[in-house]
T-cell receptor, first 113, second 110 residues
Framework: KQEVTQIPAALSVPEGENLVLNCSFT??????LQWFRQDPGKGLTSLLL?????REQTSGRLNASLDKSSGRSTLYIAASQPGDSATYLC????????????FGKGTLLTVNP | AAGVIQSPRHLIKEKRETATLKCYPI?????VYWYQQGPGQDPQFLIS???????DKGSIPDRFSAQQFSDYHSELNMSSLELGDSALYFC?????????FGPGTRLTVL
């Protein structure tokens, strides 16, 4: 059974800092990995999708990396802003779970002005 | 760009009542997924459909059922509601491996 772990559970940083969120998964036989953002009580916004054959994806100030063999992904956020404050969820597709997504419990990010 | 549409956005029911949640996927997306997110929890997979056939099943209670119709919209039917069913219910549709989530239906069971 695929299990996804995110560290840290919560992170508070001053505005302008660069930061890294970590995600690990137990079964490396994945199809892809997605990073999502969720604001309180709201829906999930897809930030980046990394296919199993890829090493990283970039979108604006966000960069996600994937090391499939070690079961790890990181989400790098450059020059953080207060508007980045949200919960960031990592989810993997596959790895014994067919095509559903298995989510981590998320990292609650607070960027202080 | 078109997004996944869910209705209703909010629903309040009494215990033992029945609820029906609807999902309209992004046009041309071939797979629909349902997830349940309890308070402070991560989303948990319930069920999925590919081309109107059930493709995978997760931790969905027997009191719940779902189907996908000929126009590709999907409905999640929930009977004998319990307090613990209070949650955000998300529908997602996928294209080429990426899942796109709707805004969710917040179900409150009193």
């Amino acid at each position: 059974k695929q299990e996804v772990t995110q560290i840290p559970a919560a992170l508070s940083v001053p505005e302008g800092e660069n930061l890294v969120l970590n995600c690990s998964f137990t079964d490396s036989a994945i199809y892809n990995l997605q990073w999502f953002r969720q604001d309180p009580g709201k829906g999930l916004t897809s930030l980046l999708l990394i296919q199993s054959s890829q090493r990283e994806q970039t979108s604006g100030r966000l960069n996600a990396s994937l090391d499939k063999s070690s079961g790890r992904s990181t989400l790098y956020i450059a020059a953080s802003q207060p508007g980045d404050s949200a919960t960031y969820l990592c989810a993997v597709k596959g790895g014994g779970s067919n095509y559903k997504l298995t989510f981590g419990k998320g990292t609650l990010l607070t960027v202080n002005p | 760009a078109a997004g996944v549409i869910q209705s209703p956005r909010h629903l309040i029911k009494e215990k033992r009542e029945t609820a029906t949640l609807k999902c309209y996927p992004i046009p041309r997306h071939d797979t629909v997924y349902w997830y349940q997110q309890g308070p402070g929890q991560d989303p948990q997979f319930l069920i999925s459909f590919y081309e109107k056939m059930q493709s995978d099943k997760g931790s969905i209670p027997d009191r719940f059922s779902a189907q996908q119709f000929s126009d590709y919209h999907s409905e999640l039917n929930m009977s004998s509601l319990e307090l613990g069913d209070s949650a955000l219910y998300f529908c997602a549709s996928s294209w080429q491996g990426e899942q796109f989530f709707g805004p969710g239906t917040r179900l409150t069971v009193l």
